[in-house]
């Protein structure tokens, strides 16, 4: 079973993440302000993702200069020593296309920072973690979120799939960073290669799939069969049903970002959380007009009240039980996101924070979820539903209706799980975690269920850019 953390954030830049990166001192305060390294004006507002952070600079060594710093101290020894100690057994690293120096002119990005990943990935080799690395980017962006390395006006990948040279180069992309896998020596450690994070759903699938297949080729033309080639489900499960499928395929994993459960290849959730409450990217902006006053930072040092905690707790046990069941088709396992965060603002992104101040809990190599916390109905009969440990951010009024909560017409929902009991209308067993899922969902959250960032697409809902509509939320449970 794959228990592990994403290291995100720090060789591809998230700016929720360490919001301090995207303030770039030397270009955006007026008493630091260098014209001969900035290439922007001080009034510019804060870079949004890596495109427009590399941009600011006038020439990318200077770029490269300013960005050495967090590739050497994001993730030092002590972080993989505190996950090994949390009792992980695995890191999810994201890497961009550009990590090996394939950056065209038009691009600002900048490379450097493979030594650091080497550096990294031998840590872990030392303290006995395994690493999967995670192409996160591709030229033109797979999908317009930040975290492709370049945010579109609207989600589409269609600059990647609909542009056979890009496509090309991430197929190329990956088959460097494979051979300097092996260059170095590697394969022992890095056992998982991801080719592709979070292809847009509303691209061509047959094109998407046909990328998947030549990735993988030139994963195995280079690592063999030994590494776990993992693919993006593009946001919809079912469309891989079936797919690799056969003894060629063997050892591959199809990666969910959602709750939806298909069959197929095996599965495993490559990015979760516990955040419920927080529109991430409208505090985001509140986060960095704090920087751009100077003084406090907001909630750079909010402390997360013990009644919150307790709560936070019996949700991340609910999600590693649905995430472990052998019945959902989820069989491989999970990569909580992240593995820290910069302040307080989303702290609920933090693993290893969680894990010190209680509320994420720990388990064993051998021990199974489900055996450590106990069934759904163990977790949803010791979990508090009252509503004065949530703290909904933006206010539900003042977003559109449409993103509203709406009234919850589940039996669990309804009954505050009374219908689970044995004189109850529902029936008892391991896939009513679904029950708790929705009771938070429903109970809970005035806003949608909220991801990493804004637009972020479940299937037919609406998620990065937009909340998903609690309407829509049905589906979450399907198989569970």
């Known amino acids: 079973m794959i228990r592990g953390v994403n290291l995100g954030g720090w060789l591809v830049l998230e700016r929720y993440i360490k919001p301090s990166l995207f303030t770039v001192p030397v270009c955006f305060d007026k008493d630091r302000h260098d014209p001969d390294v900035c290439a922007n004006d001080i009034n510019d507002p804060y870079p949004e993702d890596q495109w427009t952070l590399t941009s600011v600079f006038n020439n990318k060594d200077d770029a490269r200069e300013y960005l050495k710093d967090h590739w050497a ?23 961009g296309h550009w990590i090996m120096g394939d950056i065209s002119p038009d691009e600002p990005y900048v490379d450097g920072e493979w030594g650091d990943f080497v550096r990294v990935a031998r840590l872990c080799r030392k303290h006995g973690i395994q690493v999967w690395v995670d192409l996160h980017t591709a030229p033109g962006s797979q999908n317009g979120f930040d975290n ?15 542009n056979p040279e890009n496509v090309d180069r991430t197929v190329k992309a990956v088959r460097e960073i494979a051979e300097g896998i092996k260059e170095e ?42 590494t776990t080639v993992y ?6 499960a079912g469309r891989f049903n079936g797919f690799w499928d056969d003894e060629e395929h063997e050892n591959t994993v199809l990666d969910s970002h959602y709750y ?15 955040s419920f409450d927080t529109l991430v990217c409208t505090k985001l902006d509140d986060v960095m007009d704090s920087y751009r006053e100077g003084g406090e930072v907001l909630e750079f040092d909010r402390k997360i009240g013990e009644k919150r905690k307790k709560f936070l707790r019996n949700f991340a046990e609910a999600q590693m039980v649905a995430w472990e069941s052998q019945d959902t088709g989820v069989s491989v396992g999970w990569f909580y996101w992240n593995f820290k965060m910069e302040g307080g603002a989303f702290a609920e992104w933090d693993y290893l924070r969680g894990v010190e101040e209680g509320w994420m809990p720990t388990l064993r190599v051998e021990e199974k979820a489900k055996n450590a916390f106990g069934r759904c109905e163990d977790i949803i009969f010791r979990t508090d539903d009252s509503m004065d440990i949530v703290h909904e951010f933006p206010p539900p009024d003042s977003v559109a209706p449409d993103w509203q909560a709406v009234e919850a017409d589940d039996d669990v929902v309804v009954s505050h799980g009374q219908s689970l009991l044995p004189n109850g209308t529902g029936e ?18 005035g806003l949608a269920i909220v991801r990493k960032f804004c637009v972020r697409y479940f299937g037919g809902a609406g998620g990065r850019g937009e909340y998903q509509r609690v ?5 979450v449970g399907e198989g569970l």
């Open 471 to 475: 309407g829509d939320v049905g589906g």
């Open 260 to 274: 939806h459960v298909s069959v197929g290849l095996k599965r495993m959730i490559g990015e979760w959380s516990v």
């Open 185 to 226: 020596g590697l394969e022992d450690v890095v056992t998982g290669f991801g080719v592709l994070n979070e292809p847009f759903k509303a691209q061509n699938e047959a094109q998407v799939k046909d990328f998947d297949d030549r990735a993988y080729r030139a994963v195995r033309e280079v690592l063999g069969g030994g």
């Open 73 to 95: 101290n994001f993730v030092k020894e002590d972080d993989i020593a505190r996950i090994k100690k949390a009792g992980l057994g695995h890191v999810r690293i994201p890497v």
């Open 428 to 445: 008892q067993g391991d896939g009513l975690i679904l029950g708790f899922l929705s009771l938070v969902v429903f109970l809970l959250l």
């Open 148 to 162: 492709s390395g370049r945010t579109r006006a609207t989600p589409t990948g269609e600059g990647w799939s609909g």
């Open 231 to 236: 693919i993006a489900d593009m946001f919809d």
